[in-house]
C-alpha cells in the first residue's frame, strides 16, 4: 500500500503569504497519478489539481503544483481568507487508492 | 450542473446491512468510473470501493477493509451507483461520499451519514 505523508498536519498564513503543503510517498507514483483536494469546513471534499499540475476547472491560478517520483506539493501564490481549508493528496497509482492525512491551513 | 447526491445512510446496529445509493446528473455517467470514500475523525479520507466501465467489464476494488463484506455495482441506465454493506462494524462508520473518476475524483456528492452502533 502506498503511503502519503503529508507536511505539515495544520499551518496558520497570513493574507498574501505563500504557502507550501508537501506530500511524501514511501514509493514512487508516476505524476499521472497524484492529485490535490480541497475541503472547506462543512462541506464535501473537491477536486484542486489532478495530475500533479493540472488546475480543476474554476480553480483561482494562485494554486499550483508540482513534483515527481516520491514528493509533491502543492502551492498556494498568495493566501486568501477563502482558501481556509483541509487539503489532502491522493493517489490513484495503485489499488488501494491512498489519501494524505491532510493539512488543515488556517488563516493568522 | 454535476451532481451526486447519495442516500441511504442512518443508524445500523452491529452485523448488520445497509445499501447506499448515488444518483448522478450533469455528466455522462457511463464514462466515469465511479468510487466510494467514506471519511471519519479517526481515519480521515478512505477510499472504499471502485467500480469501472463497461468496456472494462464492470470490473471492482475494494479496500481490504471492505473485502468481502461491501459490494458496489451499478446501473448505468440510471446513472446510479451503489453500496450494499454486509456485517458492519463499527469501524465502517462514517460519511460516505460518492466520487466520480475521471483523470481523479472529479466529482463528489454532499456524502450520507452511516453510523454503526448498537
Same mark, same amino acid.
Given at each position: 500500500?502506498i503511503?502519503?505523508?503529508? =507536511? ?8 498574501g503569504?505563500k ?12 505524476s499521472?497519478?497524484?492529485?490535490w ?15 500533479? =499540475?493540472?488546475?480543476a476547472?474554476?480553480?483561482p ?5 508540482s ?7 502543492l ?6 481568507a ?5 487539503y489532502?493528496c491522493?493517489?490513484g497509482s ?13 488563516? /493568522? | ?7 441511504g445512510? +442512518?443508524?445500523?446496529?452491529?452485523? +448488520?446491512?445497509? /445499501?447506499l ?8 455517467f457511463?464514462n466515469?468510473w ?7 475523525p479517526?481515519? +480521515?479520507?478512505e ?16 479496500? +481490504? ?9 451499478r ?20 460519511i ?21 452502533s =448498537?
Amino acid at each position: 500500500e502506498i503511503v502519503l505523508t503529508q =507536511s505539515p498536519t495544520t499551518m496558520a498564513a497570513s493574507p498574501g503569504e505563500k504557502i507550501t503543503i508537501t506530500c511524501s510517498a514511501n514509493s514512487s507514483i508516476s505524476s499521472n497519478y497524484l492529485h490535490w483536494y480541497q475541503q472547506k469546513p462543512g462541506f464535501s471534499p473537491k477536486l484542486l489539481i489532478y495530475r500533479t =499540475s493540472n488546475l480543476a476547472s474554476g480553480v483561482p491560478a494562485r494554486f499550483s503544483g508540482s513534483g515527481s517520483g516520491t514528493s509533491y506539493s502543492l502551492t498556494i501564490g498568495t493566501m486568501e481568507a477563502e482558501d481556509v481549508a483541509t487539503y489532502y493528496c491522493q493517489q490513484g497509482s495503485s489499488i488501494p487508492r491512498t489519501f494524505g492525512s491532510g493539512t488543515k491551513l488556517e488563516i /493568522k | 450542473e454535476v451532481k451526486l447526491e447519495e442516500s441511504g445512510g +442512518g443508524l445500523v446496529q452491529p452485523g +448488520g446491512s445497509m /445499501k447506499l445509493s448515488c444518483v448522478a446528473s450533469g455528466f455522462t455517467f457511463s464514462n466515469y468510473w465511479m468510487n466510494w470514500v467514506r471519511q471519519s475523525p479517526e481515519k +480521515g479520507l478512505e477510499w472504499v470501493a471502485e467500480i469501472r466501465l463497461k468496456s472494462n467489464n464492470y470490473a471492482t476494488h475494494y479496500a +481490504g477493509s471492505v473485502k468481502g463484506r461491501f459490494t458496489i455495482s451499478r446501473d448505468d441506465s440510471k446513472s446510479s451507483v451503489y453500496l450494499q454493506m454486509n456485517n458492519l462494524r463499527a469501524e465502517d462508520t462514517g460519511i460516505y461520499y460518492c466520487a466520480a473518476f475521471y483523470y481523479a475524483m472529479d466529482y463528489w456528492g454532499q456524502g450520507t451519514s452511516v453510523t454503526v452502533s =448498537s
